[in-house]
T-cell receptor
Framework: QKEVEQDPGPLSVPEGAIVSLNCTYS??????FMWYRQYSRKGPELLMY????GNKEDGRFTAQVDKSSKYISLFIRDSQPSDSATYLC????????????FGTGTQLKVEL | EAQVTQNPRYLITVTGKKLTVTCSQN?????MSWYRQDPGLGLRQIYY???????DKGDVPEGYKVSRKEKRNFPLILESPSPNQTSLYFC???????????FGDGTRLSIL
């Protein structure tokens, strides 16, 4: 079983829809959490970083962390065709060196 | 512009021919890492470095070497590449040991 599980999709939504992307994890020692966006032929680009349970909002993006359920989410409001990309969740341990553990990514397509 | 730069972006080579992938960051970050990205497996850390001359293994270090002689550079060396090292490689850097990492745009290696 992988430490971090993420539905690979693809997920196809109409422009303007609210998108919900999710990851579950098995290691309760993970302390900090990130969402990255990866366009084709590009590197992962940091979208959101959170260190605790709860919600964090940045523009159209909201990250949610529920440590008790070992579940993190990314919500995208008013989705745009430019949001079409692969979204990767990542998490790390305090005292765990410099390693991030990634989900395999969810491919999102926002259609006109 | 803050960035992580990898070269080459694409390389096709043959089994056993030594190769080096360079990585340079201009953010004065202490920490640098190498990851490989494979379908269904996500990003997995190969090696990381905490400072000049200080490196440590990640999850999949076999067949790879690294060196950190200058703070800004962290090359990845494949001394005798094999076909199972065909993958997409990313270099990353971070200011702190724990927290988000900034990624380069990747190097696609094909070992025939």
């Amino acid at each position: 079983q992988k430490e971090v599980e993420q539905d690979p999709g693809p997920l196809s939504v109409p422009e303007g829809a609210i998108v919900s992307l999710n990851c579950t994890y098995s290691n309760s020692a993970f302390q900090y959490f990130m969402w990255y966006r990866q366009y084709s032929r590009k590197g992962p680009e940091l979208l959101m970083y959170t260190y605790s349970s709860g919600n964090k909002e940045d523009g159209r993006f909201t990250a949610q962390v529920d440590k008790s359920s070992k579940y993190i989410s990314l919500f995208i409001r008013d989705s745009q065709p430019s949001d079409s990309a692969t979204y990767l969740c990542a998490m790390g341990l305090t005292g765990g060196g410099n390693k991030l553990t990634f989900g395999t990514g969810t491919q999102l397509k926002v259609e006109l | 512009e803050a960035q992580v730069t990898q070269n080459p972006r694409y390389l096709i080579t043959v089994t056993g021919k030594k190769l080096t992938v360079t990585c340079s960051q201009n953010m004065n970050h202490e920490y640098m890492s190498w990851y490989r990205q494979d379908p269904g497996l996500g990003l997995r850390q190969i090696y990381y470095s905490m400072n000049v001359e200080v490196t440590d293994k990640g999850d999949v270090p076999e067949g790879y070497k690294v060196s950190r002689k200058e703070k800004r550079n962290f090359p990845l060396i494949l001394e005798s590449p094999s076909p199972n090292q065909t993958s997409l490689y990313f270099c990353a850097s971070s200011l702190r040991r724990e927290g988000p990492q900034h990624f380069g745009d990747g190097t696609r290696l094909s070992i025939l």
